[in-house]
């Protein structure tokens, strides 16, 4: 009952990312369809507490076609998030809002919700999200930002950059801090094309904080969940993060079983920080025949259970997908969540043929009792743009 009460929880979650996700770009990459663009698509409140009660943010969607414009819709992840929008017609070149209000009565922890909003004219949703750190009590800056390099220091130096479309940009910003007593200046070096960084105050003020703004370009090399890099120079010295014991954050329930590797180029004894992107096609300009003519892949089924085994064991997994479409199927990267699970390169689809995806997963040094690993195909499909795949078992 447990494993099924899991895997509905990650296959509800992984269905609701594929179905919605979108690109978050800078201003020009906010623009959506030739219809509307956004002033942000990300909010982050940062740092507040649960005195401070419920917190508030507005965005602006500007029409920038040349008919009205409605905003029929706005859909909160959570009921701990109170929405209101621009109900009346939107005027070429006029704006409307969305306002949404953090009722922030759950206690001390991070949080990141979405909006989803339906936009008359848009064939997908827009995804806003709301960001931030909820405290039971004040932290100091040391508490707060645990890794550090030098005197400068990181909430994390793994960042969710969030998701992103072909031939656009996903902006965002994370806060630093200045544990130090006197100012820093920070640059950086071996940053990874198609990053680009910028920091609010440089120097960074003595025992306070300042905004990294980040802004990645998508290209056509990258498809799916990619890392870019960047190495902090702190007053001109490279430093290997130390990272200071936190807290530990609660989980979602059934997420203990979810098997995800840390990404072993970040955190203590590494010198980089990294930002992690989701990059899929852009269909947003697809006619309705563009659409019609697509690929459009079905699994026969989305998880493959192995059972119980012992750990050390070799399991050969596999999934038969069938190209119901009208054009070959395609899968332009597959990611695990896993470095124990690889899977096989995965040809082209004919319309009305199958294909199928093996995987081998090694339980070798895997801890026991139930796990669950991801696999998601970034594919060609405008109906199934993101196919998330689930091996799930136990081991002794």
Not at 347 to 368: I, W
């Amino acid at each position: 009952m447990k494993r099924l009460t899991v895997i509905t929880f990650f296959i509800l979650i992984a269905a609701s990312l594929g179905t919605v996700l979108r690109a978050q770009g800078s201003k020009a990459g906010n623009t959506y369809g030739g219809i509307v663009r956004f002033d942000k698509t990300v909010h982050d409140f940062g740092d507040i507490l649960v005195s401070d009660g419920p917190v508030s943010a507005t965005f602006t969607a500007e029409n920038v076609s040349g008919k009205n414009m409605v905003i029929y819709n706005v859909v909160s992840s959570c009921g701990c998030t109170d929405v209101t929008w621009t109900r009346e017609p939107v005027k070429p070149g006029e704006s409307g809002k969305v306002k949404a209000t953090y009722k922030n009565d759950e206690g001390g922890y991070p949080f990141d919700k979405t909006l989803t909003v339906y936009v008359s004219g848009l064939q997908q949703p827009v995804v806003l999200r709301l960001r931030g750190e909820s405290h039971a009590k004040k932290l100091s800056l040391k508490e707060m930002y645990p890794v550090r390099f030098g005197n400068l220091a990181f909430k994390s130096v793994d960042i969710k950059g969030g998701n992103m479309s072909q031939g656009q940009q996903k902006s965002g910003e994370v806060v630093v801090a200045n544990l130090g007593k006197k100012p820093l200046d920070v640059k950086f070096k071996d940053v990874s094309p198609g990053l680009s960084l910028k920091l609010s105050q440089n120097p960074v003020p003595a025992g306070g904080t300042a905004k990294l703004s980040y802004t990645v370009t998508a290209d056509r090399k990258h498809w799916g969940k990619n890392y870019y890099y960047a190495t902090p120079l702190v007053d001109g010295v490279s430093y290997k993060a130390v990272v200071s014991p936190v807290q530990s954050q609660k989980k979602e329930a059934g997420t203990e079983a979810l098997l995800a590797d840390p990404n072993p180029l970040l955190g203590a004894g590494k010198p980089s920080i990294g930002i992690f992107t989701v990059t899929k096609e852009d269909f947003s300009s697809w006619t309705k025949a563009q659409r019609d003519a697509a690929a459009s892949p079905v699994a026969d089924e989305s998880t493959f259970s192995f059972g119980k085994v012992k750990a050390g064991a070799k399991i050969d997994a596999s999934f038969i997908i069938k190209n119901t479409g009208k054009s070959a199927f395609k899968v332009y990267k597959i990611d695990s969540e896993s470095s124990r699970l690889s899977a096989s390169p995965f040809g082209d689809v004919a319309p009305g043929r199958k294909g199928t995806l093996k995987c081998t997963l090694d339980t070798s040094g895997m801890p026991k009792g139930e796990c669950l690993i991801v696999v998601t195909l970034t594919t060609n499909s405008p109906l199934r743009p993101i196919m998330n795949l689930f091996v799930t078992g136990w081991i002794e």
